[in-house]
């Protein structure tokens, strides 16, 4: 079992920038996949993004790439997702959630942290 807690969430102007953790308890996390996803109201999930945790390897969503960045604190068992030029379409609930790294379903969700864009 793997417990994520999600924090710094908040409200900022479109154009400024944002960063959400993550932290990881309960398991050694060197064998996972840590992401990010998002979801609007009214919208299915998103993905924004994801880190091998051993390599530290990245992927991201169209939507966000070129201006958010995944990154991990091994020491801290911190993820997390920094995100400059923000819009107001990046206006969601973000989740972190973390899946055995050959698996293809995340397995294990936070509880998700608001960031409202205004314009």
């Known amino acids: 079992q793997v417990q994520l807690v999600e924090s710094g969430g908040g409200l900022v102007q479109a154009g400024g920038s944002l960063r959400i953790s993550c932290v990881a308890s309960g398991r050694t996390l060197s064998s996972y996949v840590m992401g990010w996803f998002r979801q609007a109201p009214g919208k299915e999930r998103e993905f924004a993004a994801a880190i091998r945790w051993s390599t530290g390897t990245t992927t991201y969503g169209d939507s966000v790439k070129g201006r958010f960045t995944i990154s991990r604190d091994i020491a801290k068992n911190t993820v997390y997702l920094q995100m400059n030029s923000l819009k107001p379409e990046d206006t969601a609930v973000y989740y972190c959630?973390?899946?055995?790294?050959?698996?293809?379903?995340?397995?294990?969700w936070g509880q998700g942290t608001q960031v409202t864009v205004s314009s």
């Open positions: 959630a973390t899946k055995y790294y050959y698996r293809q379903n995340y397995d294990y």
